[in-house]
């Protein structure tokens, strides 16, 4: 061996060679889209007069949505991506 090491040995790095912020990032957005399509899959079901039941489900799916979004935006940001005008809508 040449004693050099390999992208995946730099501190940081994920053993894939994706910095740890970005893995995070991916993960987090992956659980978003996971949500999304939940509370999707809610409305699909939904019928035409919400029950408070469903009410209820959806409460619940939207905290949901919202917290993988804020997670998301979060792992972004840490990774160095931001848009402070579209991140100041998201609130």
Do not use: C, W
Not at 13 to 28: C, H, I, S, Y
Not at 65 to 86: F, I, N
Request: net charge positive.
């Amino acid at each position: 061996m040449s004693g050099r090491r390999g992208p995946t040995a730099r501190r940081g790095m994920t053993k894939e060679g994706m910095p740890k912020e970005l893995t995070q990032a991916l993960r987090a957005a992956r659980a978003h889209v996971a949500a999304a399509e939940q509370l999707a899959g809610f409305i699909e079901r939904l019928g035409p007069t919400p029950n408070p039941a469903d009410i209820a489900e959806y409460a619940t799916l939207l905290r949901r949505e919202r917290a993988t979004l804020d997670e998301r935006t979060d792992a972004l940001r840490a990774a160095g991506l931001s848009v402070p005008s579209v991140d100041a809508d998201l609130g």
